[in-house]
């Protein structure tokens, strides 16, 4: 294998769906400021996440409205007058 080819802050997270309140614990190297105890005690950078395998209706096979940015609102501003 080559060697530095992979990044250095490869490491243990914890993922929170806030859509369906799930979290799991994966490898991840995304940035995060915040933190969260996973049930074993020990203290993991905390990935918030607007979806996921959880809540994605193709997963899930369950259709869910999910507007958290507000992007109903953001069209209708931009093109309701025209």
């Known amino acids: 294998m ?13 993922f929170k769906d806030f859509s369906c309140d799930e979290t799991f614990i994966g490898k991840s190297c995304a940035l995060t400021t915040d933190t969260i105890t996973w049930e074993d005690g020990n203290e993991y950078p905390l990935v918030k996440l607007e979806i996921s395998n959880l809540s994605h209706p193709y997963y899930t096979g369950k259709m869910k409205f999910v507007d958290t940015a507000g992007r109903i609102d953001k069209f209708n501003k931009k093109y309701g007058k025209k």
């Open 2 to 14: 080559k060697s530095d080819i992979h990044p250095k802050n490869y490491r243990t997270v914890v």
